[in-house]
């Protein structure tokens, strides 16, 4: 019997399209990785949908204006561990199984051109059919053209194009652009926030932040929980090099954001999104529950944040994967990381604890809750500016709007607040007014329990608003007889 190859290629190409690709957002971001690598300053995702027969089906299109490739570039960048920079620590790449792999996890088909000048176009594919059915073993020649039918607009550039989809995350369109949106924003969230403009279906990804303190389609409010930790670590092989490890603790604002109802909380990733968002070389290629030790994830760890950033040369030390979507903790970061993040986790997972106690202390019953929520549906909507308030998704009259009070300091002297949260009117009452301790507080407690007590409040709270009247002019006082007519009608209301 004669030798075996080493390797059967039409099986291996088979093989190769599980090779571990999360989803549809990681593929594309080794694509979007190799673009910055070029010096890509935008990065445009184009998904054209068409129907093949009774299916709908799918082309992806990653177009940049980077640096070109050469022909020798243009068929390392298609064989599977084909790179110029093999093994290099230097960029986001490192085994040149990025393009082909992310690829065929994708699709059937991926055809690659490149261009220096716009009239001369370079271009060769990869097509997993014919690689099975004609035993392929070597790339096709690159094709050299003066014309080029793809949407060309830079000077230099490449342009990655997925055919024959056949593994896309989603099958709509709205749901895949959706995924993909949310997914690289915060991937790539450094590298937008430098300059990088990446678009979806021509619209630009916005970058989301998971420490909610850079700008973003986050919320933001992170509060950094002590000063940046920096370790410094022996890189393997090098041992007279040494490569920082930077990490960073936030807290979010539990007493601003608790009160959010939970499927806004859930809707900005507050809650259920627990974790450490791992940077390699400032992109994000993973995010979990690492370093933790023996602490077990809470539901109160949904309130505090991590991020720990390194370089490529400490790839080993972190068991980065060649598909650069997840870490492998490996005991020796395990001995240095552990001791702190453990601690720090228990102690941030104390401070959550405590701080819901308080808000829960100041937030007291809203006695009139189920009857003014019951009456509201009757109340003609809000009104700011003139135009009705929507509720997200629906009218804010099917159900009506929920109640609810909390106490705080206000630098205002001002004895409450108010603000509308989606389909919540909440309350804040003033700790820092006499209100607070002498009525609000008083009735709570019980201080005032007389009739004649609460009637004495009651009178007190009417003449204070009736002498107000007096302090405006002619002209405001218009304003303060519409609101008290609207005042008294959605009283009558409450109280009826």
């Known amino acids: 019997m004669g030798q075996q ?11 190769t399209r599980d090779s571990g690709y999360k989803s549809t957002a990681s593929a594309l971001a080794e694509l979007v ?13 184009q998904i054209n949908k068409f129907d093949d027969r009774e299916e709908e089906q799918y082309e992806v299109l990653i177009i940049d ?16 561990g084909g790179t110029s920079r093999f093994n290099s620590r230097r960029h986001l790449g490192r085994y040149g199984m990025g393009l082909p792999n992310s690829s065929v996890s994708q699709c059937r088909r991926v055809e690659v051109t490149t261009w220096k000048q716009k009239n001369l176009y370079l271009s060769n594919y990869l097509d997993i059919d014919e690689i099975i059915d004609k035993q392929q073993t070597f790339l096709p020649k690159v094709k050299k053209t003066n014309i080029c039918s793809l949407p060309i607009e830079s000077e230099t550039g490449t342009i990655v194009n997925w055919k024959k989809c056949d593994r896309l995350s989603f099958k709509y369109l709205k749901s895949l652009n959706k995924h993909i949106q949310l997914e690289l924003g915060r991937i790539f969230r450094r590298a937008i926030w430098r300059g990088v403009e990446i678009t979806v279906c021509n619209e630009k990804i916005i970058p989301f932040d998971p420490l909610f303190i850079g700008e973003g389609l986050n919320i933001k409010g992170g509060i950094p929980y002590g000063e940046e930790i920096k370790y410094e670590v022996k890189v393997p092989g090098h041992d007279e090099k040494v490569s920082e490890i930077k990490v960073r603790f936030v807290e979010l604002p539990v007493q601003d954001w608790a009160k959010l109802p939970n499927e806004e909380k859930r809707k900005n990733q507050i809650t259920k999104c627990a974790g450490v968002s791992i940077l390699r070389s400032e992109r994000e290629i993973d995010y979990g529950w690492y370093f933790m030790g023996e602490k077990r994830k809470e539901n109160y760890d949904d309130w505090w944040r991590c991020e720990i950033s390194f370089n490529p040369d400490l790839d080993e030390v972190f068991g980065v994967t060649h598909t650069k979507q997840e870490i492998k903790q490996t005991e020796f970061m395990n001995n240095i990381l552990i001791p702190d993040f453990e601690l720090t986790a228990r102690a941030l997972n104390n401070r959550v604890r405590l701080k819901f106690i308080d808000f829960k202390k100041n937030l007291p019953n809203v006695y009139a809750k189920s009857q003014l929520e019951r009456n509201d549906v009757y109340l003609t909507p809000l009104k700011i500016n003139g135009s009705a308030i929507p509720e997200p998704g629906k009218s804010n009259k099917i159900n ?8 705080k300091e206000i630098d205002e002297d001002i004895f409450f607040n108010v603000e509308q949260i989606h389909n919540t009117i909440v309350l804040t009452i003033n700790t820092n007014h006499l209100f607070y301790d002498k009525v609000f507080k008083a009735l709570h407690e019980k201080r005032i329990n007389t009739v004649g007590g609460f ?5 007190m709270i009417i003449f204070a608003a009736a002498r107000s009247e007096f302090a405006f002019t002619e002209v405001e006082a218009e304003f303060i007889s519409k609101f008290k007519k609207e005042w008294s009608s959605q009283l009558k209301t409450f109280i009826s």
């Open 455 to 459: 009637i004495k409040v009651i009178e």
């Open 5 to 15: 190859n080493l390797v059967n290629f039409q099986n291996f190409i088979i093989a």
């Open 33 to 45: 990785d190799n673009a910055i690598e070029a010096k890509a300053t935008k990065i445009e995702i």
């Open 65 to 80: 204006n980077g640096n070109a490739m050469t022909e020798d570039e243009l068929n390392l960048a298609l064989q599977f």
């Open 400 to 407: 009506g709007f929920q109640y609810e009070i909390v106490t």
